[in-house]
């Protein structure tokens, strides 16, 4: 299957420092990338859906200033937390597909572990 | 909201076949049912999808009910390593997936 990558896989920061996270798809063009977090022994929660050249879309309830998004070429995407706090510790997944035809795969990159002191 | 329901665990034995069940009473005609399964502190993995036709690949069945309100996912011969939190879920608008609790699939030896 495809290949998403992400990067870094874990990092600490301090609280109030910004953290970004990249996803990348290695093998194919992803118009449309999507962003989850995973919090311990919870299912994945959809964050938001980033498309190549426009703004990100957020799901209900996520900050989209605390989540800033960016989709800049059609094999990257980033998610930066800013102003971390430790209640943003969470897993970071990121999945990608070529764009948003119904029935597509989704595929998803290894995530990246925030803990933020 | 596209609401799947699953049983919170199943165990298995290696070897042997598994069936994962999931109602999905709420989906429309053009909705697709996905399968992940996703292993501890990893992305989850890609399994299997479909609408309306019962579907297999190199990994598994999909059994999808006539009335496409509930589904079955069936591993033939369960190994060790299919052990994982197994994921059904919705397809919605601009192929975004709402995942569910999902099921805990132990295999025993």
């Known amino acids: 299957g495809a290949v998403v990558s992400q990067h870094p896989s874990w990092v600490i920061c301090k609280s109030g420092t910004s953290v970004k996270i990249e996803c990348r798809s290695l093998?194919?063009?992803?118009?449309?990338m999507f962003w989850y977090r995973q919090f311990p022994k919870q299912s994945l929660m959809l964050m938001a859906t980033?498309?190549?050249?426009?703004?990100?879309?957020?799901e209900q309830g996520v900050e989209k200033d605390k989540f800033l998004i960016n989709h800049a070429s059609l094999t990257l995407s980033t998610l930066t937390v800013t102003s971390a706090h430790p209640e943003d510790s969470s897993f970071y997944i990121c999945?990608?597909?070529?764009?948003?035809?119904?029935?597509?795969?989704?595929?998803f990159g290894p995530g990246t572990r925030l803990l933020v002191l | 909201d596209a609401k799947t329901t699953q049983p919170n665990s199943m165990e298995s034995n290696e070897e042997e076949p598994v069936h994962l069940p999931c109602n999905h009473s709420?989906?429309?005609?053009?909705?697709?049912i996905h399968w992940y399964r996703q292993l501890p502190s990893q992305g989850p993995e890609y399994v299997i999808h479909?609408?309306?036709s019962n579907v297999n690949n190199r990994m598994a069945s999909l059994a999808i009910a006539e009335d496409r309100k509930s589904s079955t996912l069936i591993l033939h011969r369960a190994t060790l390593r299919d052990a994982a939190v197994y994921y059904c879920?919705?397809?919605?608008?601009?192929?975004?997936?709402?995942f569910g609790e999902g099921t805990q699939l132990t295999v025993n030896p």
């Open positions: 980033s498309n190549e050249g426009s703004k990100a879309t957020y």
């Open positions: 709420t989906i429309s005609g053009t909705d697709y």
């Open positions: 093998d194919f063009q992803a118009t449309t």
């Open positions: 479909g609408l309306t």
């Open positions: 999945s990608a597909i070529p764009g948003p035809i119904p029935g597509s795969t989704q595929y």
């Open positions: 879920i919705q397809e919605t608008s601009g192929s975004r997936l709402t």
